[in-house]
């Protein structure tokens, strides 16, 4: 099973460039989010969907666009590049959750992304 | 604001004894806590979910506890072995459902 599948693994970009981040899943997860992990710090939700069509926001935001048109995919994008973005990138997807009912995440290998 | 804490520093344990991680919450009480393991390299891997009233959970050599009192959650993993050191993870959702998440220990088990 390919599970969540990360791509692209590594990436260099500039200052002030553009680009796109892809993340798919083939368990039918309704559920799926994108975090970013940096050196001493607890993952941090970036953005999130609950299912195709809706999205929100986590905890930082800024910077960053998601969309979510399939079940399968959630591309993140980065707007226009800063080096506060260089971060490991991690997509992740579950079951959809309640509070009767917690679910696991799911995570793909991450993005490792430098801005220079 | 809801913040999870856990060791910073590494721990490391001698080979066949019991390596215990500890999990802190603050200004919250969570139904739920979950525990991951992460490898250099790679995503978290989801090992044990807990609830609050279920005290204990245990999965082979994995253990972990739930204090709802002391807002503390303990990660055992007994009889270790070289294969066990990974960075472990916990995490439980915040009042808006979305997880937060502790920094992680690092566990280093010596032959």
């Known amino acids: 099973n390919a599970g969540v599948t990360q791509t692209p693994k590594f990436q260099v970009l500039k200052t002030g460039q553009s680009m796109t981040l892809q993340c798919a899943q083939d368990?039918?997860?309704?559920?799926m989010s994108w975090y970013r992990q940096d050196p001493g710090m607890g993952l941090r939700l970036i953005h999130y969907?609950?299912?195709?069509?809706?999205?929100d926001q986590g905890e930082v935001p800024n910077g960053y666009n998601v969309s979510r048109s399939t079940t399968e995919d959630f591309p993140l994008r980065l707007l226009s590049a800063a080096p506060s973005q260089t971060s490991v990138y991690f997509c992740a997807s579950s079951r959809a959750y309640s509070r009767g009912a917690d679910q696991p995440q799911h995570f793909g290998d991450g993005t490792r992304l430098s801005i220079l | 604001s809801q913040k999870i804490e856990q060791n910073s520093e590494a721990l490391n344990i001698q080979e066949g004894k019991t390596a215990t991680l500890t999990c802190n919450y603050t200004n919250y009480s969570p139904a739920y806590l979950q525990w991951y393991r992460q490898d250099p390299g790679r995503g978290p891997v989801f090992l044990l979910l807990?609830?609050?009233n279920e005290k204990e959970k245990r999965k082979e050599r994995l253990k972990v506890t739930f204090d709802t009192t002391l807002k503390q959650s303990l990660f055992h993993i007994t009889a270790s072995q070289p294969a066990d050191s990974a960075t472990y993870l916990c995490a439980h959702r915040d009042s808006n459902y979305q997880l937060i998440w502790g920094a992680g220990t690092k566990l280093i088990i010596k032959p």
């Open positions: 368990m039918n997860h309704e559920y």
């Open positions: 807990i609830r609050e």
């Open positions: 969907s609950v299912g195709a069509g809706i999205t």
